[in-house]
């Protein structure tokens, strides 16, 4: 499937990168997933999970949320000038345009005719966040953040979560230090609509194939609880 034009809700338009399962017949729907990018774009590793969802069966699409920015930026961690670059893209990002831009996302998705209607979203680093805040301010019923960063300053809009949240938390995580993860299990540890899975001796972006801190026991761990926790929540 060709990548998808998503209009904005104030004005302009977006792109999105869409991967399809394979065995998904003419008139059939599966349930969609939003996948929500790191500091990088939708890069090759960003395309990589949506093709890894629609191996399981949902529908993925990836919004290019920097398109206010640089439309279609692609960048790598592993590349010194593109490394800096995604931390100023960080840093001119509207967090309240991108859950517009998110929301947007959903809303087109929905009317979809591949989509039966039922949305999660699922995030890495700063989409981790945006996950988080999905969840807690759109209708999708399923969310899943990996490292969300900043989550902890934000707790109490885990009120407003109508449907169910996902969070994997790498105990050595640099961007998230220890007190930030104790506010977070504290105050969600006693919800039932949340769910939190520890990774004590992982960093920060454990699951990006081919970063620095990539495990792939651990990774193959947190998407099993991924997988198992959308199919539970959105088929």
């Avoid at 929905?110 to 989409?127: D, E, M, P, R």
Wanted: proline share 5%; glycine share 10%; with cysteine.
């Amino acid at each position: 499937m060709p990548d998808m034009t998503i209009p904005a809700k104030d004005s302009g338009s977006f792109n999105a990168y869409v991967a399809m399962p394979d065995n998904v017949e003419d008139g059939q729907s599966v349930p969609a997933v939003i996948v929500i990018q790191e500091i990088f774009g939708i890069n090759d590793g960003l395309r990589g999970k949506c093709d890894w969802l629609a191996s399981q069966g949902f529908m993925a699409v990836a919004p290019d949320l920097f398109w206010r920015i640089e439309p279609g930026i692609e960048l790598s961690d592993q590349i010194p000038e593109e490394l800096e670059r995604a931390f100023e893209l960080f840093g001119l990002f509207d967090v309240e345009k991108g859950i517009e831009d998110l929301k947007a996302t959903v809303h087109t998705i929905k009317g979809h005719a591949s989509c039966n209607g039922n949305v999660g979203a699922l995030g890495y680093c700063l989409g981790g966040k945006l996950a988080y805040l999905m969840a807690c301010r759109s209708d999708v019923k399923a969310s899943v953040g990996y490292y969300g960063v900043g989550i902890e300053d934000m707790l109490a809009e885990a009120n407003n979560i109508d449907g169910k949240l996902l969070l994997h938390i790498a105990e050595k995580d640099g961007f998230v230090p220890p007190e930030a993860q104790h506010k977070i299990l504290e105050a969600f540890l006693p919800k039932e609509n949340i769910a939190l899975h520890t990774y004590p001796d992982m960093d920060h972006a454990f699951t990006r194939e081919g970063g620095d801190n990539y495990d792939e026991a651990n990774a193959e761990l947190a998407d099993g609880h991924s997988i198992a926790f959308l199919k539970n929540n959105l088929e």
